[in-house]
């Protein structure tokens, strides 16, 4: 047997020589390099990485998503879904978050609120994720928020929404009230010469608190007048009724918020009516590439939508984006506004935990409220204010035939979130 000073000699396995040593550190860095990772990400006891018994391993991190899958919300939570499987999906190719792929748990919140909050206490107290991304309606995020602020999990909201809230345990990734409404009905009295608006929504708390905000700003700022104003219950198809108060007010522009399957019959009764848009100007706050696919762009021509995203914005972020979405979900598929905002959630967690190198719920929100920033955005450059808010822009787009939307309108620069706006609550 050779002695171990012999440089012929074998070393037993389980050692290993300085130069060898030297050579895994440096593979190990590498790889670390091309997956776009810092190279202290790997290696990191999850010990360190995980004080408080999240579902954390040495090789994964558990999340939640909690959509509509099914119910009158189907028709816009779908894209949610599929854009935030299809950002997780790319971080795992680059090697996942500190070293760790992510493993997905998807719930189905059935467009009821209840349930919704039921599927969240089994994310978080069964699953132990350690984060969420999930929700549409404000109905089902004001029913989770109770859970997630007791269980201190950290949910990112995807979809525009009325404002006034702000909470510790969640990342409202869509634009809030002063963002998409006031831009939108501020572009209306400057474009169209509105004077006179008729408010329309879904019965339940976004479009109602987005129509009390509409009305404050026509009546106290731009000295307008609201000629009418209707609710209707979600899933509702019926709006003869509505039509014929809309042709006896003449509005000069009809402002709506009405969501999911309601859609498809809300537009067709006006265009049935031949409330058409070469001859009324209608805003809606709630009608994306997805919704869309149901109104048919034949219904929807020549009205107008308020959001930050529409899938055919022009800049290398969302060309790539859309091809992405395309290659995995089919040629025919659409992308719209909370679609794209969903896709931002599992990035902008990514950067917070790497930032924090923790998945620590705390951790997480700390580093989040110093500037965490993405500008590969399919949108365009965002960042996230302490608020727990985006920066971003916002944009009318008229619906076209085919079903897409042309941008019309552009704010100039990131609009500041400002969730609890002076003079609106």
Not at 67 to 78: D, F, L, R, V, W
Not at 382 to 395: A, G
Request: with cysteine.
């Amino acid at each position: 047997m050779k002695h171990p000073s012999d440089p012929n000699a074998q070393l037993p396995e389980t050692l290993e020589t300085p130069e060898a040593s030297r050579r895994r550190v440096l593979q190990m860095l590498g790889v670390a390099g091309l997956a776009g990772l810092p190279a202290w990400s790997f290696g990191q006891p999850t010990a360190s990485v995980n004080t408080t018994k999240l579902a954390v391993t040495d090789t994964e991190v558990t999340v939640g998503q909690l959509h509509s899958s099914t119910g009158t919300m189907a028709i816009s939570e779908t894209g949610s879904i599929q854009a935030e499987q299809l950002a997780i999906d790319e971080i795992n190719a680059m090697g996942g978050i500190l070293g760790r792929k992510i493993k997905v748990i998807k719930e189905d919140g059935a467009s009821d609120w209840p349930t919704f909050a039921e599927k969240s206490k089994k994310l978080l107290i069964n699953d132990r994720c350690a984060a969420v991304f999930g929700c549409w309606t404000s109905a089902s995020r004001k029913a989770v928020l109770p859970v997630f602020e007791k269980e201190n999990g950290l949910l990112y909201y995807p979809t525009f929404y009325e404002g006034l809230e702000q909470s510790k345990n969640v990342i409202y990734t869509g634009q809030e009230a002063t963002q998409q409404i006031l831009y939108s009905l501020d572009w209306a009295q400057k474009e169209k010469k509105a004077k006179t608006f008729f408010l329309i929504g879904s019965d339940y708390i976004w479009p109602r608190t987005s129509m009390k905000i509409a009305r404050k700003h026509v009546e106290n700022f731009q000295k307008g007048k609201i000629v009418g104003e209707e609710y209707y219950p979600l899933g509702s198809t019926n709006f003869g009724s509505l039509v014929n108060k809309i042709k006896l007010q003449k509005p000069d522009v009809i402002f709506a918020a009405v969501v999911g399957g309601s859609n498809v019959a809300f537009y067709k009764a006006l265009k049935a009516a031949g409330i058409t848009g070469d001859k009324q100007t209608l805003v809606t706050l709630s009608v994306t590439e997805d919704e869309m696919t149901g109104v048919g762009g034949e219904n929807f021509a020549g009205f107008y939508s308020s959001m930050k995203y529409f899938q055919t914005l022009d800049n290398p972020n969302n060309k790539k984006f859309v091809a992405a979405f395309k290659a995995k979900y089919g040629k025919d598929a659409v992308i719209g506004d909370v679609t794209q905002a969903g896709y931002l959630g599992p990035w902008l967690w990514k950067a917070a935990v790497e930032k924090a190198k923790s998945f620590d719920v705390d951790k997480v929100v700390a580093a989040s409220r110093t500037g965490i920033e993405l500008t590969t955005a399919p949108e365009g450059y965002v960042k996230l204010d302490p608020n727990h808010h985006l920066w971003s822009k916002s944009r009318i787009a008229m619906g076209m035939p085919d079903g897409t939307f042309k941008v019309v309108a552009e704010s100039p620069e990131l609009i500041k979130p400002d969730p609890f706006p002076k003079g609106y609550q």
